[in-house]
């Protein structure tokens, strides 16, 4: 066999397609093979470079095969996409990911390490255990209603309303065995999110990086970590703005012919990262219209012009820029120079 340069790899759980070419990219290894076979087949192979694509369990592959003196290359499935040939299969996936990753302009995910695994399944526990705190809240007050019993709004207000409902004798019995089943998952709910919160806040007090970034008006100490996590090699970005650009923060470009057509957000990268910094950003404007905090001089005069969810995604997107600079630099965050930096663009 021909000394291999490049191998594309498309894996699942069992099944794995290997895609090899030469220096004269020449295909030399075409391989249909197991979990196990394919530990074993990559071993005896000299070091080569392997690209997958950023998917689940990419991350433990990539550390493996690591071990085995491979370096490995893990990309993005939609920038894989344009390289698979028509009639989409395992083969073809294989090529396509062999040949994507040959690209100088590719772009790279950054291979994490256990422990920055284990520290994202804390946000994703999270966010879990507030969807169905959610999901459940909206549950009670739905056949709470269905009785004549209302609530006013808040989650504070969920415990209340179960006691209300408990000493409510108009509510038959099946009906209260129900809610009390509902009251104790709920208050189940509440305390797991207080221990999974307690252990973030833990990793946040611990790592100076995101203890750093929480002091941008906007990100704190939920925020913070999120970046810190899901921004492992925050070099890896150009500019401020591509970063913006991976968050999904910066308009689509439709542009043609010379003439620039900007519109809506891409929405691209972590919904999830996207979210937390557009709330947080939601948060700071509700402050300044409520004539409270102290908002800079760019953001005031952007809410005289624009309504506040587009100042919002706007103060999001401003924001990510200085977290990026923060972790690149290592530098901290100086209000002081940030509303006069404001003061001179508004």
Request: net charge positive.
């Amino acid at each position: 066999m021909e000394q291999i340069i490049r191998i594309g790899m498309d894996t699942s759980k069992h099944i794995f397609q290997l895609h090899g070419v030469d220096a004269a990219e020449r295909p030399v290894l075409r391989k249909r093979v197991g979990r196990k076979q394919m530990v074993a087949l990559l071993a005896k192979l000299p070091a080569t470079v392997i690209g997958m694509e950023a998917c689940g369990a990419a991350h433990y592959w990539a550390r493996e095969l690591g071990k085995l003196g491979h370096e490995v290359r893990l990309m993005a499935p939609q920038h894989v996409k344009p390289y698979v040939k028509r009639n989409k299969n395992d083969g073809r996936d294989a090529e396509g990911l062999c040949e994507a990753m040959s690209r100088p302009t590719m772009r790279f995910v950054p291979v994490k390490t256990t422990e920055q695994q284990a520290a994202l399944m804390l946000t994703g526990v999270r966010e879990q255990i507030v969807a169905r705190r959610t999901q459940l809240s909206n549950m009670i007050r739905g056949y709470a209603a269905e009785f004549g019993i209302t609530a006013a709004k808040g989650l504070d207000k969920i415990e209340p309303l179960l006691a209300e409902i408990a000493q409510e004798e108009s509510v038959p019995v099946l009906a209260r065995d129900l809610f009390a089943l509902h009251g104790r998952e709920y208050a189940q709910l509440q305390a797991e999110l207080k221990a999974v919160e307690a252990r973030l806040r833990a990793w946040h007090r611990a790592n100076p990086d995101s203890r750093r970034l929480a002091e941008i008006p906007g990100i704190g100490p939920v925020g913070a970590p999120e970046l810190v996590m899901k921004t492992p090699d925050p070099g890896a970005f150009t500019s401020a703005r591509h970063f913006a650009a991976w968050i999904g923060l910066t308009p689509k470009d439709h542009s043609t012919a010379g003439k620039t057509q900007l519109g809506k957000i891409t929405r691209a990268g972590d919904e999830r990262l996207r979210s937390v910094l557009v709330a947080g950003a939601t948060a700071v404007i509700k402050q300044a219209m409520q004539g409270r905090g102290h908002p800079s001089p760019w953001l005031v005069a952007l809410l005289k012009r624009k309504p506040p969810k587009l100042a919002a995604v706007a103060l999001a997107n401003k924001n990510a820029r200085i977290a990026w600079k923060l972790m690149v630099t290592g530098e901290s965050y100086d209000g002081t120079r940030m509303h006069a930096a404001s003061a001179a663009a508004a």
